[in-house]
């Protein structure tokens, strides 16, 4: 069973240009978040997504970023316009649900993107 | 809103020494609490999940433990090698009926453990 799948691993962009990150949960997961690490700094929490719905997205900045996680496919986190304060690693994690009885509770996460911004 | 703060923020032991990494959180009411480890430029491998009925966790020469009224865990490690030196982080996640589901995750103790 193939762990939690993020590509790319490191991604340079362009101030202005726009960064695809892609996370495809483990098999038999549908629940996905995502977090970001800024240098020298803790996980933060950005989104929390199920299939085609957006749960919990307190974490975002209010423009420029975006995440979805269609019914088929992996899940990608947009970033519009970037700008240097985006450099980061961005990680993805997955659980099999999000419901008490259900499953142990336990995220399970990728190996992350660093996307670093020129 | 739930806090979480790891102590020491660094720590640099000989090899073989036992060892105690603290975690606090705000709010009691969580649903359970993950111990991670980071390499640098790495991610994150999960070491020990602890239930919010739980009191501790072992596997191998790590065990971690859970004091929820306190809002305290600890994690262990016994005869530390220089294997062991990376970041430990603490998360906790809060259970909202379903709504939110998200880990906090605390500061992170960054641990050295000399040959």
């Known amino acids: 069973n193939a762990g939690v799948m993020q590509n790319p691993r490191h991604l340079v962009r362009r101030r202005g240009q726009e960064a695809r990150l892609r996370c495809s949960p483990m098999?038999?997961?549908?629940?996905v978040y995502w977090y970001r690490q800024l240098p020298e700094e803790g996980l933060k929490f950005m989104v929390y997504?199920?299939?085609?719905?957006?749960?919990?997205e307190s974490g975002m900045p209010k423009e420029r970023f975006s995440a979805e996680f269609p019914k088929e496919g992996p899940s990608i986190l947009r970033i519009q316009q970037v700008v240097r304060g985006d450099s980061a690693a961005y990680f993805c994690?997955?659980?099999?649900?999000?419901?008490?009885?259900?499953?142990?509770?336990?995220?399970?996460f990728g190996e992350g993107s660093r996307l670093t911004v020129l | 809103k739930q806090e979480v703060t790891q102590i020491p923020a660094a720590l640099s032991v000989p090899e073989g020494e036992n060892l105690v990494l603290n975690c606090s959180f705000t709010?009691?009411?969580?649903?359970?609490l993950q111990w991670f480890r980071q390499d640098p430029g790495k991610g994150l491998t999960s070491l020990l999940l602890?239930?919010?009925?739980?009191r501790e966790q072992t596997s191998g020469r790590l065990n971690a433990s859970l004091d929820k009224s306190s809002g305290r865990s600890t994690l262990y490690i016994a005869a530390s090698q220089p294997g062991d030196s990376a970041t430990y982080l603490c998360?906790?996640?809060?259970?909202?009926?379903?709504?939110?589901?998200?880990?906090?995750f605390g500061t992170g103790t960054l641990l050295a453990v000399q040959p």
């Open positions: 997504l199920q299939k085609e719905n957006i749960i919990d």
């Open positions: 602890i239930q919010s009925s739980q």
């Open positions: 998360a906790v996640r809060t259970y909202y009926g379903g709504a939110t589901n998200k880990l906090i």
């Open positions: 709010d009691s009411a969580i649903y359970n």
């Open positions: 098999k038999g997961h549908s629940h």
């Open positions: 994690a997955s659980s099999p649900s999000g419901h008490r009885g259900s499953d142990t509770g336990e995220l399970f």
